[in-house]
């Protein structure tokens, strides 16, 4: 049984708030009629899956705690619900939804993957697309900006709430335990840091960095061969795409832009290269219309990055249909 949830989550910065609003926006000329994908010999929209969009997260702008919770609960009564389709197949790729997030802020994906540890009962592989690696130490951050944590803490929910950032979740996620040690990966990184500490802090949560630079010399399948050879296809993997791993050149509507970014191309050949990943879980954020440029650039971007991961979700699918020679049969949507 599968359903793949698409799923919209304004968060309270207010830059980009409106972002699951522009990227549903952009895929306006994705349609049932005309959606099929040629790399893939399939149109994710007419295929097996039912695809649904459950509409926006109702969120507080005014209390991040409260949010965070809204966004857990959200994720995880999603995530528990039965599947849109039944099947024969004992391949458990069919057993639960499949949660992609459009935002927004990235911080979202510390409540996505809450929800995605307690419904697949271990610790979730995550490959992350961004400029920024987002496993800082919340205490790096300026003092004017972070309270200090108090003695002794030990687990999140004993932190300050100003922990809790677009740049720390990863952080954060690890320090709870979310993220599975050892097999996950950064893609595209490019930005500034404290100092080399910023990758001790990264190495100790068990995590590989690929750079923007190394696709020079690496090229996409290079990159792409990096990403599978350290994930593997088996494991349940959490595809986190910050639009900003893309150049602002091309891509200039987010809030934390670097230059020397991935091109557009680059980045969708790479995500059609790993449509072998187990994927249970992702994410497309950071969209920030103000900054977008009148034709919507980086909105369109984004919508075409969820249609290439909802593409392979449902390609995936049919390579497991193939494995058992069961097929899903669809009920009523949920």
């Not at 952080?171 to 993220?179: D, K, M, N």
């Not at 995590?207 to 050879?229: P, V």
């Amino acid at each position: 049984m599968f359903s793949t949830r698409v799923q919209n989550v304004p968060q309270s910065s207010e830059r980009a708030r409106f972002g699951p609003r522009a990227i549903r926006s952009g895929s306006a000329r994705q349609v049932p009629y005309r959606s099929f994908n040629p790399r893939a010999g399939l149109n994710p929209y007419t295929s097996w899956a039912k695809i649904v969009d459950c509409g926006d997260v109702p969120v507080s702008p005014f209390d991040n705690d409260l949010a965070l919770r809204q966004m857990s609960e959200a994720f995880l009564e999603l995530g528990q619900r039965a599947p849109a389709l039944t099947s024969e197949s004992p391949s458990s790729y069919f057993q639960k939804p499949r949660l992609v997030t459009l935002g927004g802020d990235h911080s979202i994906a510390l409540p996505a993957l809450r929800a995605l540890k307690q419904i697949h009962g271990r610790p979730i592989s995550v490959v992350h697309f961004d400029a920024h690696q987002d496993t800082w130490h919340p205490a790096k951050y300026p003092s004017a900006w972070v309270e200090a944590a108090p003695v002794g803490a030990a687990h999140t929910s004993e932190m300050p709430q100003s922990y809790f950032t677009h740049g720390s979740m990863f952080w954060l996620a690890g320090t709870e335990g979310l993220v599975a040690n050892g097999s996950s990966v950064h893609a595209g990184l490019r930005s500034r840091l404290s100092d080399y500490s910023d990758y001790d802090e990264d190495d100790t949560q068990g995590w590989t960095r690929i750079s923007s630079d190394d696709i020079d010399d690496m090229g996409t399948a290079g990159i792409i061969s990096a990403i599978l050879d350290r994930v593997g296809t088996e494991t349940p993997v959490y595809l986190s795409v910050d639009i900003d791993v893309i150049d602002p050149g091309l891509c200039p509507g987010t809030g934390t832009p670097e230059a020397g970014g991935w091109t557009t191309r680059e980045l969708i050949r790479i995500l059609r290269g790993l449509e072998g990943l187990n994927v249970i879980g992702a994410d497309i954020v950071e969209v920030s219309p103000p900054f977008d440029t009148n034709a919507e650039v980086t909105a369109v971007a984004a919508a075409q990055v969820a249609f290439e991961i909802v593409t392979s979700m449902v390609r995936r699918g049919l390579m497991e249909q193939g494995r058992t020679g069961k097929r899903a049969s669809a009920k009523d949507e949920l």
